[in-house]
C-alpha cells in the first residue's frame, strides 16, 4: 500500500474547522468535569460512601458504568508489575479510551485511542489477636480493655499489634483488586473528569497534608 504524506494548506476554513473541534472538544469533556455525581442509583443503591477515615469516595461500579455509556471500548492493563511491601500494595494501570470525537471527524481509529496513566495503593491488612474483640474483658482489679485495642495482659500478644508476617496477612488477593479498582478509578477521573466533584476536592486535600495522611491512614477495602 502506498503511504502519502497529507498536508494541510493553511486556510480560513482549516483554522475555522481547528477551532470549532477544540470548542466541541473542550465542551464535551466539561461536561463530566462539572457534573455533580449522583448519591444513589435509579434502584436506591449507593454510587457514593464515605470511607472510614471520612474520605468520600465513588463506587466502582457507576465509574466503570459511566465509561460503558459514554467510551464503549474502554480497556486498561497493567501498566507495570504491582509493587508490594509490607504496608501497601501498588497497582499502575493504563486506562485506553477510544476518543468517538476524534473518530467522527474521519481520523482513523487506531489514532483515536487514548492512553491514561493511574496508580494507587491499598494497604496491606493484618489480623488482630482475638483478645481484640473481646471488649468487654476485666482484669481483676476492674480495669476495662480499651475499645478495639489488645488486652495489654493477653498471653498471645502482650497487648501489641501482631507482627507484621505473612501468616499474619489477612486475603491479600482483595486488597490487589482495591489497589487496581483505585488506580483505574483515578485514571478515569483524570482521562474523563467523571467523578472531578468527589475527587478532585478530595486531592486537593491529600496533597496539603499528604505525610499526615500516610501515616493516620485507616484499612480500606473501597
Ligand atoms: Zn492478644
Known amino acids: 500500500m502506498e503511504n502519502k504524506l497529507i498536508i494541510s494548506k493553511p486556510s480560513p476554513e482549516l483554522d475555522n474547522s481547528i477551532r470549532d473541534f477544540k470548542k466541541d472538544m473542550y465542551k464535551f469533556y466539561d461536561e463530566f468535569a462539572s457534573m455533580t455525581t449522583p448519591m444513589k442509583d435509579s434502584n436506591g443503591n449507593k454510587i457514593r460512601d ?21 467510551f464503549p471500548g474502554w480497556s486498561f492493563e497493567e501498566a507495570s508489575k504491582m509493587e508490594i511491601n509490607p504496608i501497601w500494595i501498588t497497582a499502575k494501570v493504563h486506562l485506553k479510551i477510544i476518543d468517538w470525537g476524534l473518530y467522527s ?9 487514548r492512553t491514561f496513566y493511574g496508580s494507587d495503593s491499598a494497604r496491606v491488612q493484618y489480623r488482630n489477636c482475638p483478645c481484640v474483640n473481646r471488649d468487654n474483658l476485666k482484669e481483676a482489679n476492674g480495669t476495662m480493655k480499651p ?75 473501597e
Request: overall charge neutral.
Open 105 to 113: 471527524r474521519g481520523i482513523p481509529i487506531e489514532f483515536c485511542v
Open 147 to 221: 475499645k478495639g485495642k489488645p488486652w495489654y495482659n493477653c498471653n498471645v500478644c502482650q497487648g501489641k499489634p501482631l507482627p507484621y508476617t505473612p501468616e499474619n496477612i489477612i486475603d491479600l488477593g482483595n486488597q490487589a483488586g482495591s489497589a487496581v479498582t483505585k488506580a483505574l478509578k483515578r485514571s478515569i477521573q483524570k482521562a474523563t473528569g467523571i467523578g472531578n466533584d468527589v475527587y478532585k476536592k478530595r486531592l486537593d486535600v491529600e496533597e496539603l497534608d499528604f505525610g499526615e495522611e500516610v501515616i493516620t491512614d485507616t484499612i480500606t477495602t
Open 50 to 70: 464515605v470511607r472510614p477515615d471520612g474520605y468520600e469516595y465513588i463506587k466502582a461500579a457507576y465509574m466503570e458504568n459511566m465509561m460503558h455509556k459514554h
